[in-house]
C-alpha cells in the first residue's frame, strides 16, 4: 500500500520510545518523545495540529490531531493500560472526518506496545482495499 513505507518508520519511532521509556507516563511524555524521534527519523510532522470537522459540509468544530506526519497520516497516541475498540472506533471516525486514506493508533501504556493501521474505506485512494476486505 501507498503509506505502508511512511507507517512502518512511524511505528519504528514508538517501537524506540516505547523501548527507552517503558510503559506509565502521560501521554504527553511520548509525545514529546516521538517528536524528538520523528526528527531523527527525518518525518515531516505537525504536531497538535487542529483540524476542522465537517458535517454536510458545515464546520462544527475541531480537533486536535496528535500528529500529521507527511501531510496525510494522522497519529493518535495514547497511554493506557489497555486499547479498547471505541479507541479504534475513534481512530477511523477521525480518518473519515478528515478525509485522510491512512492513520496510526498507538498505545504506549500497556506493557508492550499496541499500535494499529486504520483506514478510510471510503477515500479514493482505497478502494482496492474496500474490495478485498469487505464481506460478500
Request: net charge neutral; aromatic share 10%.
Amino acid at each position: 500500500m501507498k503509506y505502508e513505507e511512511i507507517t512502518h518508520k512511524i511505528i519504528g519511532c514508538a517501537m524506540k520510545v516505547h523501548s527507552a521509556l517503558g510503559n506509565g507516563f502521560q501521554e504527553v511524555i511520548y509525545q514529546r518523545a516521538m517528536a524528538i524521534e520523528m526528527e531523527k527519523q527525518e518525518l515531516p510532522f505537525e504536531r497538535e495540529m487542529e483540524m476542522a470537522i465537517y458535517y454536510e459540509g458545515i464546520n462544527i468544530g475541531t480537533r486536535r490531531v496528535d500528529f500529521f506526519v507527511n501531510a496525510s497520516i494522522m497519529v493518535e497516541l495514547k497511554a493506557l493500560i489497555k486499547l479498547e475498540e471505541v479507541h479504534l472506533a475513534q481512530a477511523m471516525n477521525y480518518c473519515q472526518a478528515y478525509n485522510l486514506p491512512v492513520g496510526l493508533l498507538i498505545n504506549f501504556g500497556a506493557k508492550s506496545l499496541e499500535f494499529k493501521r486504520v483506514y478510510n474505506v471510503n477515500h479514493p485512494e482505497n478502494k482496492e482495499y474496500k474490495k478485498t476486505n469487505t464481506k460478500s
